[in-house]
C-alpha cells in the first residue's frame, strides 16, 4: 500500500548526541515536510523540500537538518543545537500541484534524557 | 503572511450532541482551508477542505465546514458525536506561493458517555 513510513516510532537520546528520523513515501509525490508538534502549539514548519536536492527552512530550523537525496526520502536531523528537542515530530508529503492536502505518516516521539 | 486562530483548545460535548470547533483564519490573498483529525500517537488524516468551490464543504464522518469569508470563519460542525470523535482537531490555511499548510493550535474534543 501506498504511504509514509516514519522510523522510528520511539526514539530516546542522550543530551548531546545527534539523532536522525527517517521519513520514506512511496507515493510518488513531489513535495515534502517535516513539522515538530509540541502540545498546544500545533505543529511548526521545520523544514521543506519541493523536489531532489532542494530544501527550504521552516519556521523553526535552528538546531536542525535534512537532505532529500531522493525522491522518496527525507531524512531529520535532530543536532545537539537543538536546545529542546523532545517533541513529536510528523513527516508529510504532497504532489506538486496539490493545494494543502498532505499526507501523513504517524510520527515520530523523540524524548532527550 | 497567513495565520489561524482556534477558539478553545478544550472541548467537551455529550454523544449525540452537536460539535462545534471554531476556526478563524488571517490571508492577505484568497485561502485553502483545511480541517485535520489526530487521534493519539498517530498523524493527521484530512477531514475537508475548502478550495473556493462551494462554501459549505462536507468531510468523512458528516463533519462539515461552512467558509464565511465576512467572518473570516471556518467552523466545523457535526450534528451528531460520537465516542469515536474524539481527537484532535486542527484548522489550516494554504495562501500564496510559499506552499507551506499553517496550523492552528489545535482543540481536544472529548465525548462524554
Known amino acids: 500500500d501506498g504511504g509514509i513510513t516514519q522510523s522510528p516510532k520511539y526514539l530516546f537520546r542522550k543530551e548531546g548526541q545527534n539523532v536522525t528520523l527517517s521519513c520514506e513515501q512511496n507515493?510518488?509525490?513531489?513535495?515534502m515536510y517535516w513539522y515538530r508538534q509540541d502540545p498546544g502549539q500545533g505543529l511548526r514548519l521545520i523544514y521543506y523540500s519541493q523536489i531532489v536536492n532542494d530544501f527550504q527552512k521552516g519556521d523553526i530550523a535552528e538546531g536542525y537538518s535534512v537532505s532529500r537525496e531522493k525522491k522518496e526520502s527525507f531524512p531529520l536531523t535532530v543536532t545537539s543545537a537543538q536546545k529542546n528537542p523532545t517533541a513529536f515530530y510528523l513527516c508529510?508529503?504532497?504532489?506538486?500541484?496539490?493545494?494543502?492536502?498532505?499526507?501523513f505518516g504517524e510520527g515520530s516521539r523523540l524524548t532527550v534524557l | 503572511a497567513q495565520s489561524v486562530t482556534q477558539l478553545g483548545s478544550h472541548v467537551s460535548v455529550s454523544e449525540g450532541a452537536l460539535v462545534l470547533l471554531r476556526c478563524n483564519y488571517s490571508?492577505?490573498?484568497?485561502?485553502?482551508l483545511f480541517w485535520y483529525v489526530q487521534y493519539p500517537n498517530q498523524g493527521l488524516q484530512l477531514l475537508l477542505k475548502y478550495t473556493s468551490a462551494a462554501t459549505l464543504v462536507k468531510g468523512i464522518n458528516d463533519f462539515e465546514a461552512e467558509f464565511k469569508k465576512s467572518e473570516t470563519s471556518f467552523h466545523l460542525t457535526k450534528p451528531s458525536a460520537h465516542m469515536s470523535d474524539a481527537a484532535e482537531y486542527f484548522c489550516?490555511?494554504?495562501?500564496?506561493?510559499?506552499?507551506?499548510?499553517?496550523f492552528g493550535s489545535g482543540t481536544q474534543l472529548t465525548v462524554l458517555p
Open positions: 490571508s492577505s490573498v484568497p485561502p485553502y
Open positions: 508529510a508529503s504532497t504532489p506538486a500541484q496539490n493545494t494543502g492536502e498532505l499526507f
Open positions: 489550516a490555511v494554504w495562501a500564496g506561493s510559499a506552499r507551506q499548510l499553517t
Open positions: 507515493l510518488n509525490h513531489d513535495a
